[in-house]
């Protein structure tokens, strides 16, 4: 492994802390998005049960929040391989990939969780709610495909030159 000043022998713990972040973040969104929409699912579960089948969307479009930030995870963890140099430069844009899926992983499962717990208590008692409430949805769950997109972008720009 070349070590020069663009290459310095800590740049791919940068790197990692994008994985890290990806991961972790998106995963937190997501995690909040499905306890709090669950909370209002299981508001209404004593009440309508038939309604719960089509009230677990909020908790489907959580989930789908970490599945971003773990593709964003691999698509970094790829171009980290100790035989090969790894820029600095490489792994600053590596982090910044991984925290932007990461924060707009979580600020979107937050969104998730808001909208799916309050959507999903006033759908018990007007069903007419319920496309309001998954067009809410769907905008939120757009936040964490904006830093997706953002992620995507940022990695194709990565290249490691260690001259």
Known sequence: MATSDLCPPFAP???LAGVASAVVL????AAYG???????????GAFK?????????PVVMAGIIAVYGLVVGVLIA????PANPYSL?????HLGAGLS??????AGGYAIGMVGDAGVRSYLFQP?????????LIFAEVLGLYGLIVSLILNTKAKSVCV
């Open 101 to 106: 899926t990461g924060l707009a992983g979580l």
């Open 26 to 29: 998106s995963s937190l969104g």
């Open 78 to 81: 790829n171009d980290l391989n």
């Open 89 to 93: 430069f490489a792994s600053f844009v």
């Open 34 to 44: 499905t306890a709090r929409a669950g909370v209002g699912i299981a508001g209404i």
């Open 128 to 136: 007419r709610m319920f496309v309001g409430m998954v067009l809410i």
């Open 13 to 15: 713990f940068f790197g």
């Open 49 to 57: 049960p038939e309604l719960m089948m089509k009230s677990l969307i």
